[in-house]
């Protein structure tokens, strides 16, 4: 009985002084002490002066200061000869969005004409909403809806774009607007519900040539550009 009594005292001591010792390593929490860090709870609390508290985030306007760098310019004016009319539109809107580059836009948008020229042909409503504004995306609706009136269907293959420049550009409001003639190369046939081809041709590549307009809000969150007017000059 002795003997338990001993090693449960000596048991007993040991944890006091190992307590004792963590404590002093450790420290006590006081209350204070700054929470783990998360890097995503992080950037969701760096919100300016003036955020609302309900999570909503205030965009802040630009500073009178923000300017588009030295080299955004001299984008611009390698791009078109500094002084004309598309070189002083082009650099409105750069002053309006300072990431703005002429040769970025021009790659978007021969990315974005082939996507909407496949998804018309397809009769693919979600990518044109996405990409079109209420107005053309309207018109070309009316178009895709009249085509299934009539069973009809398209087979279009894209060849290629020879050729895509800025002819335009100015800024509307807040609004930027850039108008580029593109050039490009397609295979495309309209079948009836019989399969017998009705315009087009399956067979051989056509050259079309399109004025196409492109508009966003410099305001905007959304760095998309949609496309607001279409012309063909074929």
Partial sequence: ?????????????????????????????????RPPFDPYSARESEQAPG??????????????GDQPADDTFAAIDAYCEAGTELNDGLRAIASADTDFDPEDFVTGAKTAYEMIVTAFAEGD?????????????????SVIKEREQKSESVKSTFVGIDKADIVQAEMKGSEAHITLRIVSQLITATYDKGGEVVEGDPESVGE????????????????????IATESED
């Fill in 1 to 33: 009985m002795g003997s338990f009594d001993f090693v449960t005292v000596f048991f007993f001591v040991a944890a006091v002084i190992i307590f004792l010792q963590l404590r002093n390593v450790l420290g006590r929490r006081t209350g204070n002490e």
């Fill in 51 to 64: 955020d609302n508290d309900d999570g909503k985030v205030i965009t802040l306007p630009r500073r009178d």
């Fill in 125 to 141: 409503r979600k990518t044109l909403k996405s990409l079109l504004s209420k107005e053309v995306y309207d018109g070309f609706l």
């Fill in 208 to 227: 079309v040539n399109d004025v196409w307009t492109f508009a966003r809000d410099t305001k905007s969150r959304d760095p998309n550009w949609k496309l």
